[in-house]
Each structure stands twice: as C-alpha cells, then as structure tokens.
C-alpha cells in the first residue's frame, strides 16, 4: 500500500524567511505532484514533478524531486503572507491495471507571520 | 472552457437520508476521480470511472456508497442512509486521458445532522 507522509504537519514562520516541507512516499512512483488549498476551497495544482532529479520554480516556490530516495521536496523562499494556506503531496498510484488516483499526503498547514 | 464543475457546494443531509453528489467533467475529459477529504486531513482517492465504467473502486466503502459515470450526464456519487461519519469535503477531478494531471472542482461540503 503506498503510504505519504508529510512532514512538518503544521508550520509557523516570519515573512522573510527560508523553509522547506519534505514529502516520503513508500513505494515506487514516477509522478508527484504539488498542491495548494485555501480554507474551504479547491485544490490548486503548483507543480508535477515526473523524473528523477526533476527541479521546478514559481516565484517563492521550488519543488524537487529524488525518486531514489522517494523523497520531494518544497522549498520557500522570502515567505510572504500571501503563501499561508495548505501545501499537499500527492503520488500517483500504481495499480494492477496501470496507475490511477493519487495518494495524498497529510498536508502541511503553514501560517506566514507578517 | 469551464473547469471541473461540482454541485451542490453544499449540501445538509439528516441521518439515514440519501446523499446525491455531481460532478460534470472538464470538456474533453473522460475520466473522473472522486476523493473524500475529512476535516484537517488529506484528500482521500474513493473511485476511479471512465464513461460508463468503473475502473478502481477500491478506495470506497463496501456499503451505502456508489458512484457512476454514464454515457451522458455528470458523475454521480450517491451514499445511502448517511451517518455522521459521512461529513465530509467530497472533490472530483478529471483528467483527458490515463496518467494525465487531473483538474479538481470546488468540492461538495456534506454536512449529515
């Protein structure tokens, strides 16, 4: 069963400052992908990440991607206030008849203090 | 080109009523994704549907909850004699084609009183 985890669940940080929120998943995927929620709203999609090495950059944000180490990467820089919301990782599955559906992770709540 | 489209936004059920959930793909789109979110928790996949099929429906309760795509016509997620537990944000996505990114709705916020 593919697994998810997010880490940290919850983050507090000063605008101006560098973070970065990791993303583990257990088994093995080629396909991630970065997502933003806004309180009571929908999902906004932030990056896809396909390959091993993968780097993608949008504005304060840049995500990575190590498939050997299962392992993503978010990284902020300069936070600003207006980056507060939900950031989930998501994998997609693999299945017996080919991949469908993602998995998610927990998601990371991050408040940006001005 | 309008995005995934859900509805209702809301929608208030008493226990033991049906829950009648619709999600009208992107043009184009063929296959739909429905996922449960629970409060402060991660978006969790439920079902798989292509036109009039039913590819992955392992991440579905076996009882009171079904879903369908027919050939013409939105996605219907229906969950029978709803309890408490059914509360949720219920979003769907859809994609052109397999492996493709996916496009989410607004969601459908179930409030079962």
């Known amino acids: 069963e593919l697994k998810v985890e997010q880490n940290p669940l919850f983050l507090s940080m000063q605008e101006g400052k560098n973070y970065t929120i990791y993303c583990n998943y257990s088994?093995?995927?080629?396909?991630l992908y970065w997502y933003r929620q806004d309180p009571g709203k929908s999902l906004e999609s932030l990056f896809v990440?396909?390959?091993?090495?993968a780097v993608k950059q949008e504005g304060r944000l840049m995500a990575s991607l190590d498939t050997k180490a299962r392992l993503s990467t978010l990284h902020i820089t300069a936070a600003v206030h207006d980056l507060s919301a939900t950031y989930f990782c998501?994998?997609?599955?693999?299945?017996?008849?080919?991949?469908?559906?993602?998995?998610f992770g927990k998601g990371t709540h991050l408040i940006i203090q001005p | 080109n309008a995005g995934v489209m859900q509805n209702p936004r809301h929608l208030v059920r008493r226990r033991g009523q049906e829950a009648r959930l619709r999600c009208s793909p992107m043009?184009?789109?063929?296959?739909v994704y429905w996922y449960r979110q629970l409060p402060e928790e991660g978006l969790k996949f439920m079902v798989y549907?292509?036109?009039?099929?039913?590819?992955?429906e392992s991440g579905m309760p076996k009882e009171r909850f079904s879903a369908e795509f027919p050939k013409e016509g939105p996605s219907i997620l229906r969950i029978q004699q709803v309890v408490r537990g059914d509360s949720a944000a219920y979003f769907c996505?859809?994609?052109?084609?397999?492996?493709?990114?996916?496009?989410f709705g607004q969601g459908t916020r179930l409030t079962v009183v």
């Open positions: 990440l396909l390959s091993n090495g």
């Open positions: 043009k184009g789109h063929s296959h």
């Open positions: 549907l292509q036109k009039e099929n039913i590819i992955d």
């Open positions: 998501a994998v997609l599955r693999i299945s017996g008849g080919g991949a469908d559906g993602l998995t």
């Open positions: 996505a859809s994609s052109p084609q397999l492996n493709t990114e996916a496009f």
């Open positions: 088994t093995t995927s080629d396909r």
